[in-house]
């Protein structure tokens, strides 16, 4: 039971129209934009990951620039060296070569003109095979040959190729200036004789490392990021005092020249971005904790999070006065609607919108009218049928006592032998009796077709041969059902305003049609026919004679007005108009065609009724009463 409940509360078509709007609004509105941040939130991560990286790869880039400028210099300065002539006499011949003063202080010179003009050179000694070395500012711990040296060693291997070999480590070489083996980096290069090959010595130049220090210590990769310099061993070259690694301590992925990656030093997470100079064969590395980048990231979201929420907030004000809006006047209407299922038919929506929701309120207030209009137009229906039952009742009365006293004379003037006088006592009680028909008001057409009969008899006694008449009548339809009466002051009208005025005789003929599930009662004379005057007239009379849906009490005033307005209009035609019309409607009713001196043909148009209180047209009659 509970789940069914749950399930009709979650479905669309029980929501109220103000909940649909709002629902649909927020889809439009909150969903879109969810969507849109969710999606520049993932862009601008990836971009701005992208741009961290490529931003730092190119500082690393500008740094191996300015690193093989200044490795780039310090070769030169050992070309220059091994060709200079007295460096050159030097290593050939040995001390001998500069035991001139004058010799010895051009040496001097020269090699001190590179550490005055390149401030970034620490210190220059050229050694030769057998140990006997010169500078100006480097020189020998103790008397062990310096050709023993692992630098001496290392340059001869490379066979007069420069090489850079880091910083020095347990040397027999300082400087009067006493620099830290961790303050410099030493290179190195064999001079070799160009016929022979021959190793004819050693130039061994340091480099200060604040040269590289000052390249590298204004580059700052977010809040805490440095770069640092490792040689292809892995050793570090060159790196900042916050710097929580002395080595990397990492190995490079695979042989690339240049990547990034991610490992966990220290138990915090860094990120790693390299390159490598194929001259100095030195790899700088940018270092930095991701979770810089990632509070890069965060600000951005942060931004997008808060326009998102900005925008929802103003779509959902936005959904709750556009659903408002549209959902009141349609919460307002179906206040009025139940009001009036209360029984209210007064009550009327104002009519000042212009939208669909005005047409509807339009649509409603007439909608009431036409409600008020029926019922009163129902009401004056009954109270005309009722007026209509009691002039019936009172037209009852007399005839039913003259019914009896008829009877009675016809049994005295058949005891007499009075052989006319029985027959027209006879037709006369028949037509009294088919008048009276019990208080029925539907009888059936046979009835009506005897009554009529004898009434014509009546007549032609009085009248003689100035009255002939013909009935034809289907025997087919004698078993339909009529409302009585209807004949008779139709044929009355016939012989006193048609018979009665012209010369001669005149015949009166009666016929009944069935036709489109309609029954024709045409009553046909040669009289004397009307004037078109007289006859617009009389049709104008009974055209206005109400319906079963135009009865209201102005209406049948005007009727009444149009009968009093000439001696013309007859009573007897518009009391069987009224009573076939607030009987069936419209539909059906007394249609005339008459021209002056020709005769004039009534035509009575009556549904089909095959017993009584049963229309073959009934479903047209209750659609046509329900209007």
Request: charge should be neutral.
């Amino acid at each position: 039971m509970v789940f069914k409940q749950l399930r009709k509360s979650f479905q669309l078509n029980n929501w109220s129209i103000r909940y649909k709007l709002i629902l649909h609004f927020l889809l439009i509105s909150i969903l879109p934009s969810l969507v849109i941040g969710l999606l520049m939130g993932w862009i601008v991560n990836g971009i701005v990951e992208k741009q961290v990286n490529g931003h730092t790869m190119q500082l690393i880039d500008n740094v191996n620039k300015s690193l093989d400028y200044y490795a780039g210099n310090i070769q030169n300065i050992s070309y220059f060296i091994s060709m200079n002539p007295e460096i050159q006499a030097f290593l050939s011949e040995g001390k001998k070569a500069i035991d001139d003063d004058h010799e010895e202080y051009r040496m001097s010179k020269f090699l001190q003109g590179f550490t005055s003009l390149y401030s970034e050179v620490a210190g220059i000694i050229v050694v030769r095979p057998n140990g006997d070395y010169f500078s100006n500012e480097m020189y020998a711990r103790t008397g062990d040959s310096l050709a023993k040296e692992s630098w001496y060693q290392e340059a001869v291997e490379a066979k007069g190729i420069f090489k850079i070999i880091g910083h020095p480590a347990n040397r027999n070489v300082t400087t009067h200036s006493n620099y830290k083996d961790s303050e410099v980096v030493s290179v190195v290069r064999a001079i070799q004789d160009p016929d022979t090959q021959k190793t004819l010595g050693v130039v061994l130049i340091d480099l200060k490392l604040r040269v590289i220090a000052e390249t590298v210590r204004d580059v700052r990769l977010g809040k805490s990021g440095y770069l640092m310099v490792i040689d292809d061993k892995g050793e570090s070259i060159y790196a900042p005092k916050n710097s929580r690694i002395g080595s990397l301590g990492v190995a490079l992925p695979g042989q690339q020249l240049s990547g990034m990656f991610a490992q966990t030093v220290g138990g915090q997470k860094l990120q790693f971005i390299y390159q490598k100079s194929s001259f100095t064969n030195w790899t700088t590395v940018g270092v930095f904790a991701v979770q810089d980048s990632v509070q890069e990231i965060k600000d951005i979201n942060l931004y997008l999070v808060t326009f998102v929420f900005i925008v929802c907030m103003l779509g959902i004000a936005a959904s709750y006065y556009l659903s408002h809006s549209i959902s009141r006047p349609i919460s307002q209407l179906a206040s009025f609607m139940r009001k009036v299922e209360e029984g209210n038919m007064s009550i009327r929506i104002p009519e000042e919108r212009e939208d669909e929701i005005g047409l509807l309120g339009r649509s409603f207030n007439k909608m009431l009218s036409q409600m008020t209009r029926l019922i009163s137009q129902v009401w004056a229906e009954q109270r005309l049928k009722r007026e209509a039952e009691l002039r019936s009742l009172q037209a009852h009365i007399q005839p039913h006592f003259l019914y009896n006293t008829l009877d009675t004379i016809q049994w005295l003037a058949r005891k007499d032998g009075a052989k006319e006088a029985t027959e027209m006592v006879e037709a006369l009680s028949k037509l009294f009796r088919i008048g009276l028909s019990k208080g029925q008001e539907m009888i059936p057409l046979a009835d009506e077709i005897e009554h009529i009969r004898s009434y014509l008899k009546i007549q032609q006694t009085r009248y003689k041969d100035k009255l002939n008449y013909n009935i034809e009548v289907d025997g087919s339809s004698d078993s339909l059902f009529v409302l009585k009466l209807i004949l008779q002051p139709l044929v009355e009208n016939a012989i006193y305003h048609g018979i009665k005025e012209r010369r001669g005789p005149g015949m009166i003929t009666i016929r009944a049609i069935i036709s489109e599930e309609i029954l024709e009662l045409v009553i046909q004379d040669d009289g004397a026919g009307m004037t078109e005057a007289r006859l617009e007239a009389l049709q104008a009379v009974l055209q206005a004679v109400p319906s079963v849906h135009e009865a209201s009490a102005a209406q049948r005033a005007a009727a009444e007005r149009q009968q009093g307005q000439g001696q013309t209009a007859s009573y007897g035609l518009r009391n069987v108009q009224e009573r076939i019309r607030l009987s069936f409607g419209e539909t059906y009713g007394i249609a005339i065609e008459s021209k002056e001196k020709a005769g004039t043909t009534v035509i009575i148009k009556h549904p089909i009724i095959h017993r009584k209180g049963q229309c073959t047209h009934d479903t047209h009659m209750e659609g046509v009463n329900r209007g």
